[in-house]
């Protein structure tokens, strides 16, 4: 039995993941990656082999064999350490060695801009990264439906769930006086959907996020549907749409006077919007 299975086990009797990090000799980011990946849930209970029916004859239904994207091997692969396995797992899914890095090895961001990069010079990781990599070539990554829920996220990702801002109340220790300050927060990225992250950066003054460019993506989707009509997304799509003219149109309405023929006019506007985002339905 391998490792992940014993900690399946160990998690469904309830053991916490530092300390099943500390029994195998791992991270407590590799364990929530085994979780994720392997299903674990108290719920459920834990996996158990199934037995499968098979039928002989007319009308039989074969049952489709899960894809082999090599990452089982990769698990059993001991000539690596359990992070480095999972380095491997992240970046031949992302290609992105900063973020494989930190999702395995849960360390800081600036740890990982220069640990991930020395990664990829490591030959038996490299090896591993590229048998990986040559498995995929040998299947269809991905279809149109991945790359059209792809730009849907990208279209309408929302900013708050990368950060949170405001203002609170602070004391001055040696006047006493309270005043407001704006506060910003940003979230962990392992929280976050950091596929969709154009940029992340520190500056002078502070760490600043830049999401993929929606209005390409908004553009492209409206190319696509043009050309793909009954596409299943595209109801979808333009109810998306339509909610984010709703809201600009309201943002606009509020910054104009508050008599009631801009009112009606906003009503119309309104009218106008919905009945292009479903003109074609």
């Known amino acids: 039995m391998e490792n992940y299975e014993r ?35 108290r719920e459920e209970g834990a996996h158990k082999s199934k037995k499968v029916c098979t039928q002989k004859g007319k009308g039989a239904h074969k049952m489709a064999a899960p894809i082999d994207d090599g990452t089982k091997e990769t698990l059993q692969n001991y000539g ?12 031949s899914r992302t290609f992105n060695a900063t973020q494989s890095y930190l999702n395995a090895y849960g360390c800081s961001y600036e740890t990982a801009m220069v640990e991930g990069s020395k990664s990829l010079r490591k030959p038996k990781v490299r090896a591993e990264i590229e048998r990986l990599k040559e498995i995929k070539r040998q299947q269809i990554v991905a279809g ?21 801002f405001g203002q609170k109340e602070i004391e001055d220790p040696e006047t006493g006086i309270e005043y407001m300050v704006s506060t910003v927060d940003l ?29 390409k993506a908004i553009d492209w989707l409206t190319k696509f549907f043009e050309m793909n009509p009954s596409d299943k997304h595209r109801k979808e799509f333009d109810q998306r749409k339509l909610e ?18 801009e009112q009606d006019n906003f009503l119309d506007a309104l009218n106008d919007s919905a009945k292009e985002a479903w003109s074609d339905d």
């Open 144 to 164: 149109t439906d991945d790359i059209v829920e792809l730009q849907m996220r990208i279209a309408f990702a929302d900013i708050g769930n990368y950060m949170s």
């Open 80 to 91: 690596l350490t359990p992070e480095q396995q999972m380095f491997c797992i992240y970046y």
């Open 7 to 41: 900690a399946e086990q160990d998690y469904m009797g309830g053991m916490k993941y530092k300390d099943i990090a500390e029994k195998y000799g791992t991270t407590i980011n590799t364990v929530k990656s085994w979780k994720k990946r392997y299903g674990w849930n």
């Open 244 to 261: 984010l003219e709703l809201i600009k149109l309201e943002m606009q309405t509020k910054d104009s006077a508050d008599d009631a023929p």
């Open 187 to 215: 979230k962990e990225s392992k929280d976050t959907d950091t596929q969709l992250l154009q940029e992340v950066k520190r500056g002078k003054d502070g760490v600043s996020v830049k999401l993929k460019d929606a209005q």
